[in-house]
Each structure stands twice: as C-alpha cells, then as structure tokens.
C-alpha cells in the first residue's frame, strides 16, 4: 500500500508526538524533528509506504532521543488495562450458543481491541473507551468475512498470527485459544524490537500469550509492520510455510500488500486512518476483517 497525501500531516505529527515522550529536551526534539523534515523531504515520493517511512522516523527519534523505546509506559499500561478486561470478554463468549459464535466474539474483541493506538492523526484513544468497543465490535464491523476465516481455519495444518499492539495482544489470546480448538497450529509473531507501541515478546509473555500459542516467534527486526527484505530467517521460514496467515492492524496491511500473496491472508483491524478506510470503501473507525489472497481449494472453502 502507498502512501497518500494525508500520510504526510500524519507522519510529520506522529514523529513530533513521539519525540516529546522520548525526551524533555527540547535541543533532542527539535534536532528529531528537524531530521523527519529532511527524511520527508528525501523519501516521501508516490511510491513510498506508510509503515516503511513510518519505521524510519522511529528509528531516527529513538537515535537522536537516546531513548531506545518512548512508548515503554503506554505499553504497560495497555497490557495491564487489557487483562482486566478479559474476564469481561471470556464471559461473553462463554454466553454464546455455538462453537462459531464464540470464535465470531473473540475475533470481534480482538478486532476492536487494535484501536489500542497512539498519536495517530484523528484517532484519539482513551483505554476507557476500550469495553464500549468491545461491546458495540459487532454493529462497527464494516467488512465480514469472519465465516471464512472460520471455515479456512478449521482446514488447515498452520496458522500464522502476526500481532499488532501491546494490550491487543491480550484479546488475541482469545482468538488463539479458537484458532487451536480448530485443529491448526498457531504460531505468533511479535515484533522483533521496539517500534511504536506494538507488542514484543515481553509483552507476549506479560499477558500469557507464550503459554497459549503453540510458539511465539518475532520478526527479527525493529520494523511497524512487515517488510519481507528485513525479517530473520526463522521468521520467513514460518511465513512462507504457513498454511493461512491472520494479520492484525493497519501497518501490517501496509506492508504485506507489496507482495503477492502465495497463501490466504485475512486483516483484522480497526480503520484508524483515511488511507486504510479508503483502501477498504470504509469510513474512519469501522471494523474490518477481510480475506485477500489466492482461493483456498482444498474444500473450496471461500470463492
């Protein structure tokens, strides 16, 4: 996915946003900021990506800053704010009818819970929004193919779970837990270093995804979202040899869409953004859970 002339304000807001929690120096904002200006400036041409440009910022903020991870904090929080809402959603799904009405619930709480967001332009977050999002996952969801996702995953051999954000991670426990009930196994995979609040293996392991997924893996690389030419061997491995990958959030979907696709993807996320809304004919703040990728033929399981 390319970039858009709105992924300029919000780049340029979300790197000035980060370089204040980074540090109170203001010589160390000013000089990270004055660096975005000069990235912007060299690389945000037609055929940029948004995540991509978006892993350079950071990368420059966390040099110039010295600080190695500016959204350490929120991220706890996140993950602490998140397991208290659990229980909240094991109960709703153990109220359901039948096996495929609460996998729908968990994948509905986990779709909600990627609003779990910071500094992005428009989307202001609040974690005590997080339960009326829950609650209302299903009226907001602009784009279903959560029965085909059900479906596929109850065929397959291998399911591979790329993860988005700290506290996120929590509900995708959930949706893990379902996602093995099926019969695959399911490998997750969080980021391989610090890069905005996106979840990493301490975070995996804080909310007890370690002890759920059949293995937890990361990409091998500090990078927002999923550029193939980065990621360590161990990950490309499980990538390509997965039978079905779930992708959740907005940079993941940036990324993957450069490449062509050799096995079924489904993107579950929140539109926190135009760009994203308008790749999917959404508005801003829909949910979207939305299969892309070659059929799956074994059963002929979606057309």
């Not at 945000?44 to 904090?73: C, M, Q, S, W």
């Not at 809402?85 to 996998?103: A, I, Q, T």
């Not at 591979?160 to 996120?168: H, I, V, Y």
């Not at 993807?265 to 949910?287: M, Q, S, W, Y």
């Amino acid at each position: 996915m390319k970039v858009s002339v709105h992924c300029a304000s919000c780049l340029l807001h979300r790197g000035y946003l980060e370089a204040r929690r980074a540090t109170t120096d203001p010589q160390r904002q000013f000089a990270a900021v004055q660096a975005l200006l000069k990235l912007m400036a060299k690389e945000f041409t037609p055929n940029a990506v948004p995540a991509v440009l978006g892993t350079k910022r950071d990368r420059l903020v966390r040099e110039i800053t010295g600080n190695p991870d500016p959204y350490l904090e929120a991220k706890r929080r996140s993950n602490k704010k998140a397991l208290e809402l659990l229980p909240l959603v094991r109960k709703m799904m153990s109220e359901e009818s039948s096996d495929w009405l609460r996998f729908r619930r968990a994948c509905l709480s986990s779709i909600a819970a990627n609003s779990i967001e910071f500094d992005v332009l428009g989307h202001d977050f609040d974690h005590e929004q997080l339960r009326s999002l829950i609650l209302r996952a299903e009226e907001e969801l602009a784009i279903d193919d959560l029965d085909k996702l059900y479906r596929i995953a109850g065929e397959v051999d291998t399911i591979l779970l790329l993860t988005d954000n700290a506290g996120e991670i929590a509900f995708d426990t959930l949706l893990v837990e379902e996602l093995k009930r099926l019969g695959a196994e399911v490998v997750v995979a969080v980021r391989g270093g610090p890069a905005l609040n996106d979840a990493l293996m301490k975070d995996a392991e804080s909310v007890g995804m370690t002890r759920v997924a059949d293995k937890v893996i990361d990409t091998g690389v500090d990078m927002v979202g999923v550029m193939l030419e980065e990621c360590s061997e161990e990950f490309l491995e499980v990538y390509r040899s997965a039978d079905l990958v779930v992708a959740k959030g907005m940079a993941n979907l940036e990324t993957l869409t450069e490449y062509p696709f050799k096995t079924p993807h489904i993107f579950l996320l929140r539109t926190k953004c135009e760009p994203v809304a308008r790749f999917f004919g959404v508005d801003v703040g829909r949910n979207v859970a939305k299969l892309l990728g070659p059929k799956f033929l074994k059963n002929s399981a979606y057309t």
